[in-house]
């Protein structure tokens, strides 16, 4: 149901822009936050938006470089990233909330939310 893209390998300080698209469900009135996971480290939130885009949640580690927005038209949800850094290396996964009107703070734990299968992001030194 959901589909995430545009990850692939770059060095560091380059940018990549993720987008997490849905199929088969709506993105309109749904909070939607995107995870990463590392080789051997459990899945940690990055950032989240609000059903209507109004607020975002980010992780200490991306704040200021990992901007996050959506498209409620296109059904998309995008994460900027910049200033791309090696240790965000990791495979990133989209996920929507499956009640509406949620918070973007409460989609830092993601307990009632579809997932996507991921896409990888690999930053060269």
């Known amino acids: 149901q959901l589909v995430e893209s545009g990850g692939g390998l770059v060095q560091a300080g380059d940018s990549l822009r993720l987008s997490c698209a849905a199929s088969?469900?709506?993105?309109?009135?749904?909070?939607v936050g995107w995870f990463r996971q590392a080789p051997g480290k459990e899945r940690e939130f990055v950032a989240a938006?609000?059903?209507?885009?109004?607020?975002?949640y980010y992780a200490d580690s991306v704040k200021g470089r990992f901007p996050i927005s959506r498209d409620n038209a296109k059904n998309t949800v995008y994460l900027q990233m910049n200033s791309l850094k090696p240790d965000d290396t990791a495979v990133y996964y989209c996920?929507?909330?499956?009640?509406?009107?949620?918070?973007?703070?409460?989609?830092?734990?993601?307990?009632?939310?579809?997932w996507g299968q991921g896409t990888q992001v690999t930053v060269s030194s």
């Open positions: 938006i609000s059903w209507n885009g109004g607020t975002k």
């Open positions: 088969g469900r709506t993105f309109t009135n749904y909070a």
């Open positions: 996920a929507a909330d499956r009640a509406p009107y949620t918070s973007a703070r409460a989609m830092r734990v993601a307990n009632n939310a579809d």
